[in-house]
């Protein structure tokens, strides 16, 4: 009778275990990571056991180049700072060894923008949009391409509150700021002053065979160039083989793959004027700055920061500063700058609303790029000439 006893019992015991394993399993099979673009990103929260979804607006999407091929890497909108960087440790992405990538990125979250800093770690440079550059300022809904001279690293873009960017295209003749791609019957315009990304992917401007991300196009110094995103890709310029960049005449013919792209400029369009919408470009030397941040940041100018080793003082009074803001929220004196190789140290001169880095109130403080320093309510992101 006993051991009848405890054998229903271990029966019993069993049988609970063997539903726990299954229900496991089955929450294990329901907890894949989904990832749309244009959709929403789904996963499960183990510990609550309850479903957690969010919408894909405000979010970094990186297209990192990985030869053969294009990788995707999606960060969420409540990320603040993001780090691109040859070595591992505590780097969000490590680019391919490859790529001879050796240096560090950080995207820097400031209001509704993304500052794109070069840390000027290894002397490494940069180039966005095809000009090279220590900086950069991504608006939402637009997109860059960051590589160096010769490859490519990654593509990346800022998706609007409805998850896609914005456009910048129509189907007309092109006017005075515009070109004109045309293939087959087909005729669509763009502006000058944004890249022209062409390739198969969804994320394109303009649909070619081939690679994901073949090509774009974009304007420097008053000429509309074209540079090969896959160095893979086949590509040709008026007959001319491709290998990095070309320039585009009035009319050209180009080649990618098997698609054929005729390139226009609008009739009188001889010199087009370059405007350049962000970022310090030319880089005569290596110098710190510190770089407007906020929504006011087009009506104030860069502060450009002393030589190596020497020091300055930041506030309102130009007798007692030799960096003036021009802010009632800035102290006469408000701050002392001392500056370094690739750093600065701020020390906060007992001003009346304080001196922030990263949001935290200090008295003394090593600040590298990609950090923002404010001044009372002023602020602004370390960078480089």
């Known amino acids: 009778m006993l051991r009848a006893t405890l054998r229903g019992y271990r029966c019993q015991i069993q049988m609970h275990v063997n539903e726990k394993i299954m229900e496991g399993a089955y929450t294990n099979n329901g907890a894949a990571r989904q ?71 950080i995207f820097q979250k400031c209001d509704e923008k993304w500052m794109i800093i070069n840390t000027g770690k290894f002397k490494s440079k940069y180039f966005f949009d095809g000009h090279e550059r220590n900086h950069f300022l991504l608006a939402k809904g637009e997109k860059a391409v960051v590589g160096t001279a010769s490859t490519p690293l990654f593509i990346v873009f800022f998706l609007n509150g409805d998850g896609k960017l914005n456009r910048n295209f129509s189907e007309r003749r092109p006017g005075n700021d515009e070109f004109s791609l045309q293939k087959n019957d087909s005729e669509t315009c763009f502006s000058k002053d944004r890249i022209c990304l062409i390739g198969r992917n969804a994320l394109c ?39 990095t960049t070309a320039h585009l005449t009035k009319k050209s013919n180009i080649s990618i793959e098997d698609t054929r792209i005729l390139f226009s400029l609008s009739e009188g369009d001889e010199s087009p004027v370059c405007r350049m ?16 941040a906020g929504e006011t940041n087009s009506e104030r100018k860069p502060l450009f920061l002393p030589a190596l080793g020497k020091s300055v003082f930041i506030g309102r009074d130009a007798a007692k500063s030799k960096i003036v803001i021009n802010s009632d929220k800035v102290s006469k004196q408000h701050a002392q700058a001392i500056a370094y190789e690739n750093s600065l140290l701020i020390l906060d001169c007992h001003s009346t609303n304080g001196t922030f880095v990263n949001k935290e109130k200090i008295s003394k403080r090593m600040v590298h790029p990609g950090d923002i320093i404010e001044f009372g309510h002023e602020k602004y992101i370390l960078s480089y000439v």
């Open 35 to 105: 990832m749309n673009l244009q959709g929403d990103a789904t996963s499960l929260n183990f510990k609550k056991q309850s479903i957690k979804t969010e919408s894909a607006a405000d979010r970094l999407v990186f297209m990192l180049y990985a030869p053969p091929s294009w990788k995707e890497k999606v960060f969420s909108s409540d990320k603040e700072r993001i780090i691109v960087s040859s070595e591992g440790g505590e780097s969000d992405i490590a680019l391919a060894p490859s790529l001879n990538f050796n240096g560090a990125i």
């Open 205 to 243: 401007d303009f649909n070619a065979q081939g690679a994901d991300f073949s090509s774009f196009i974009y304007q420097k110094n008053g000429d509309m160039m074209i540079a090969k995103l896959d160095t893979k890709a086949v590509m040709t310029v008026d007959s001319e083989s491709v290998e």
């Open 277 to 292: 919408n962000s970022g310090i470009y030319k880089l005569d030397a290596e110098k710190l700055v510190l770089v407007p």
